[in-house]
Each structure stands twice: as structure tokens, then as C-alpha cells.
């Protein structure tokens, strides 16, 4: 167990929809990453937020957006959900950056 | 190119054996990742280093900067070794930020 928590585990929903993915850092982490891991793309970086602040993009689409709030728990909202969206999304936290990174269990989505 | 590239992508072998996954690429960067993803999709993180070598139980982690390659090893494997070992560079941003990018991942599998 990393400590760092991932809700829901799955989601299962239409294109078109807006679904929120929840991650909760390890405790004293301040920052943290999402990643998405879809088959034909392989594990790809998204954003990274530390204390409050974005600091680093990834290849996120416009879709995307996330937000890292005061008490360090951060959420990926993703809208206008199409089929290429189902993937494993993970986050991950670190305690400063760069750093060593702790995975979430994930979160499935699967787009129908 | 990718600018992380792993050898082999498959990698079969008999308990006990020495095991041996390399991974190059192609840009400056801070920190190398290895990574351990298991079947049932979690992703732990095995390595973090920037230099030289680092070991921890059976494994066994190094990195050569000038030749932008790093090895990981893996002693006396076991069937629970079977997983998906991943390599990711961290490349910093502006502000001092590592984004991380993946290799496409070495999927071992350890026969007893």
C-alpha cells in the first residue's frame, strides 16, 4: 500500500459525459501527478500540481483539467468524453520535485 | 525515435536465473524511474536514481549518464518477479519540475 488513496476504482460511462477522478497524496506529499496509461499509448504524463500550483504540463488534453486543492487531495475532471479516453488513470505524490513518486491504485474508465 | 527505449519488450525465463533489462535514452535528464507494474494494474516504484548504482534486496539498479543507459537486474528471480518493468526518465521544466516519460515496458514472466 503507497498511501496515496484513488476514487472511484472504476467508472464506466458514455461519450459525451464529465466524470471527476479523486486522489488523495500520501500524507506530508505536496505534490502530486496524474498520468494516463491507455494500450495503444502506453503510460503518458499529464499535469503535476505542487502545494496548490500547477507546475508542470503534460500531453493534457484541452478536455482535461485538474486542480490540486488546500488540503493537498487533487482532481482530474475530464469532459466530452470520447471512446479514446477509456484508460488507466493514475495519480501519483511525491514530497518535493523532483522526487521519488508513489502510485494510486488507479482508476479504470471505460467510455461506452 | 522514443526518447526512452527499453530491451526486450518480452523477457522469459527460468526461476533462478539472472535477470538483466536495459534501457536507453536519448535526452539530458534528472533522474531515472524504474518502475514495477503487477497484472492486476498497480504500479510500484522500484528505483529512483541519478547516478551510479543502487541495490535494494534482489535488485539491483544502474545508470551510466555519459552513455544515457541504465540496467536493471534482477538476482535468484521468482515466479512473483513476473510483472511489467518500466523505465521513465525525468526531464525537468522551467520551474524546476520533473516530467516524467515512459518506456513501452519489459513484460517478464519467471517459470518455476
Known amino acids: 500500500d503507497s498511501g496515496v488513496t484513488q476514487t472511484p476504482k472504476h467508472l464506466i460511462t458514455a461519450t459525451g459525459q464529465r466524470v471527476t477522478l479523486r486522489c488523495s497524496p500520501r500524507?506530508?506529499?505536496?505534490?502530486v501527478y496524474w498520468y494516463q496509461q491507455s494500450l495503444d499509448q502506453g503510460l503518458q504524463f499529464l499535469i503535476q500540481?505542487?502545494?496548490?500550483?500547477?507546475?508542470a504540463k503534460g500531453n493534457i488534453l484541452e478536455r482535461f483539467s485538474a486542480q490540486q486543492f488546500p488540503d493537498l487531495h487533487s482532481e482530474l475532471n475530464l469532459s466530452s468524453l470520447e471512446l479514446g479516453d477509456s484508460a488507466l488513470y493514475f495519480c501519483?505524490?511525491?514530497?518535493?520535485?523532483?522526487?521519488?513518486?508513489?502510485f494510486g491504485p488507479g482508476t479504470r474508465l471505460t467510455v461506452t | 525515435k522514443n526518447e526512452v527505449e527499453q530491451s526486450p519488450q518480452n523477457l522469459t525465463a527460468q526461476e533462478g536465473e539472472f535477470i538483466t533489462i536495459n534501457c536507453s535514452y536519448s535526452?539530458?535528464?534528472?533522474?531515472l524511474h524504474w518502475l514495477q507494474q503487477h497484472p492486476g494494474g498497480g504500479i510500484v516504484s522500484l528505483f529512483m536514481l541519478s547516478s551510479g548504482k543502487k541495490k535494494h534486496g534482489r535488485l539491483i539498479a544502474t545508470i551510466n549518464i555519459q552513455e544515457k543507459h541504465s540496467s536493471l537486474h534482477i538476482t535468484a528471480s521468482h515466479p512473483r518477479d513476473s510483472a511489467v518493468y518500466i523505465c521513465a526518465v525525468g526531464l525537468i521544466s522551467n520551474f524546476g519540475n520533473e516530467k516524467l516519460t515512459f518506456g513501452t515496458g519489459t513484460r517478464l514472466t519467471i517459470i518455476p
Open positions: 500524507s506530508g506529499d505536496l505534490s
Open positions: 501519483a505524490s511525491s514530497v518535493g520535485s523532483p522526487g521519488e513518486q508513489y
Open positions: 500540481y505542487y502545494n496548490g500550483e500547477e507546475r
Open positions: 535526452v539530458g535528464i534528472s533522474a
